[in-house]
């Protein structure tokens, strides 16, 4: 396999406008996380899929930010509209079970919205 | 507030010797704690688990200690080498949260 595979590796976009980051997470695996990683917070998680479903968004930052996973090989995350301070690194993980299991994270989308 | 905290400050040590991580919880009983090492511009990598029941986990090199009266988690990595520079992470139970990272360097 693979492994977690996220694009685009690096994107960058004017403020205002809408950001997609897309992730393919290991087949079999049925939870995926996605992670927002900066210097000044560390590496939070923003929201946590089992099975497909949502089951943890609490770390979601604001209405402009969303996520869906249409089935268990894709997953999306959206931010409409951009702005500066969300320039981060976005880490896409997955893993066979729940939080208890080891979670393979892909390489990251560097985000950088001027 | 719950939290999961690390040393901010890089910890430095000589090629040879044995360094000692910590990972700090407030507020909260993780049924489990699991350490990972993340290289500069790579996600994170799983290194070890270990469950509130356990005391010590060990792999190769690598031990890990779970004090749940302490709310403490050490990483110690014996015979340490300069490959083992990296940024390790300890990352919570349930709350799925990891704690900020200490990085690790390992001179020659």
């Given at each position: 396999?693979?492994?977690?595979?996220?694009?685009?590796?690096?994107?960058?976009?004017?403020?205002?406008?809408?950001?997609?980051?897309?992730?393919?997470?290991?087949?079999?695996?049925?939870?995926?996380?996605?992670?927002?990683?900066?210097?000044?917070?560390?590496?939070?998680?923003?929201?946590?899929?089992?099975?497909?479903?949502?089951?943890?968004?609490?770390?979601?930052?604001?209405?402009?930010?969303?996520?869906?996973?249409?089935?268990?090989?894709?997953?999306?995350?959206?931010?409409?509209?951009?702005?500066?301070?969300?320039?981060?690194?976005?880490?896409?993980a997955s893993s066979l079970g729940g939080g208890d299991t080891e979670a393979f994270f892909g390489q990251g989308t560097r985000l950088t919205v001027? | 507030?719950?939290?999961?905290?690390?040393?901010?400050?890089?910890?430095?040590?000589?090629?040879?010797?044995?360094?000692?991580?910590?990972?700090?919880?407030?507020?909260?009983?993780?049924?489990?704690?699991?350490?990972?090492?993340?290289?500069?511009?790579?996600?994170p990598v799983f290194l070890l688990l270990i469950r509130e029941n356990e005391k010590e986990k060990r792999k190769e090199r690598l031990k890990v200690?779970?004090?749940?009266?302490?709310?403490?988690?050490?990483?110690?990595?014996?015979?340490?080498?300069?490959?083992?520079?990296?940024?390790?992470?300890?990352?919570?139970?349930?709350?799925?949260?990891?704690?900020?990272?200490?990085?690790?360097?390992?001179?020659?």
């Amino acid at each position: 396999d693979a492994g977690v595979i996220q694009s685009p590796r690096h994107e960058v976009t004017e403020m205002g406008q809408e950001v997609t980051l897309r992730c393919k997470p290991i087949s079999g695996h049925n939870s995926l996380f996605w992670y927002r990683q900066t210097m000044m917070r560390g590496l939070e998680l923003l929201i946590y899929f089992n099975n497909n479903v949502p089951i943890d968004d609490s770390g979601m930052p604001e209405d402009r930010f969303s996520a869906k996973m249409p089935n268990a090989s894709f997953s999306t995350l959206k931010i409409q509209p951009s702005e500066p301070r969300d320039s981060a690194v976005y880490f896409c993980a997955s893993s066979l079970g729940g939080g208890d299991t080891e979670a393979f994270f892909g390489q990251g989308t560097r985000l950088t919205v001027v | 507030s719950q939290k999961i905290e690390q040393n901010s400050e890089a910890l430095n040590i000589q090629e040879g010797k044995t360094a000692t991580l910590t990972c700090n919880y407030t507020n909260y009983s993780p049924a489990y704690l699991q350490w990972y090492r993340q290289d500069p511009g790579r996600g994170p990598v799983f290194l070890l688990l270990i469950r509130e029941n356990e005391k010590e986990k060990r792999k190769e090199r690598l031990k890990v200690t779970f004090d749940t009266t302490l709310k403490q988690s050490l990483f110690h990595i014996t015979a340490s080498q300069p490959a083992d520079s990296a940024t390790y992470l300890c990352r919570a139970g349930n709350m799925l949260t990891f704690g900020g990272g200490t990085r690790l360097m390992v001179k020659p």
